[in-house]
């Protein structure tokens, strides 16, 4: 978990039950419960899954279900070791999201509609700042936008695969290396322009960023 996070009384005793209850550990399908957070205020961050218990996949569920705002995933550790990203490049920061991703390619979830965790957004805390960040590990954000751009079968919204190309072309242009994606190209004509001016808006915001903070 973050920093800024804690658990809900009883939530890991409601976790182990809602384990035993689905047989999440015998089902090879599922690879694990995911659950909403609150807010320290005790209001649901984001919003509630469409169904509760529902299957569906990590990438899936926001592609095509709209899911919004931080949710608690528990997988199982089997899968983290075996998808776990290897950091070739050093970056400071690996993104859980892209584990997300490649577990969606192979397995679903069960979404629960209960809070299981508080978060509280600190001011200096990775969620607040999440957008400065994926700028200081390029190849790891640029990583993220691209497997969703090259997924076919795990979601089906077009909104949400242009989306992924424009920023797969934003954080391209922060790394070296250049690589390339294989959606259809009409995607990659209108994600170049709006990318540019994303680009742009990242060159202005860090200037305010560090007039700001020496």
């Keep these: ?38 807010d320290i205020n005790g209001s649901i961050i984001g919003n509630r899954f469409k169904k509760d218990n529902m299957i569906s996949n990590l990438v899936q569920i926001v592609a095509d279900f709209n899911s919004i705002g931080d949710k608690k995933q ?6 983290i070791k075996e998808i776990l990203y290897k950091n070739i490049r050093n970056e400071r920061r690996v993104p859980t999201s892209l584990l997300w991703i490649r577990i969606s390619n192979n397995y679903k979830c069960r979404f629960i509609n209960k809070p ?12 607040k700042n999440i957008n400065r960040l994926r700028r200081k590990s390029p190849y790891s954000s640029r990583q993220i936008y691209k497997e969703l751009s090259n997924q076919n079968n795990v979601y089906k919204s077009r909104k949400f695969k242009l989306k992924s190309v424009i920023l797969f072309y934003k954080y391209n242009f922060y790394w070296q290396e250049k690589t390339t994606i294989s959606p259809h190209f009409i995607y990659k004509i209108i994600a170049l322009p709006i990318s540019i001016i994303l680009i742009i808006l990242d060159l202005f915001s ?3 960023y560090v007039s700001k903070n020496g």
């Design 1 to 38: 978990m973050d920093d800024e996070d804690y658990f809900i009384e009883g939530a890991l005793k409601k976790v182990m039950n809602d384990l035993k209850l689905f047989s999440v550990e015998k089902d090879e399908s599922i690879s694990g419960l995911v659950y909403l957070t609150n």
């Design 116 to 127: 299981i965790v508080v978060k509280d957004y600190l001011d200096g805390g990775m969620t």
């Design 206 to 208: 860090n200037l305010i």
């Design 74 to 79: 528990v997988i199982k550790s089997k899968l």
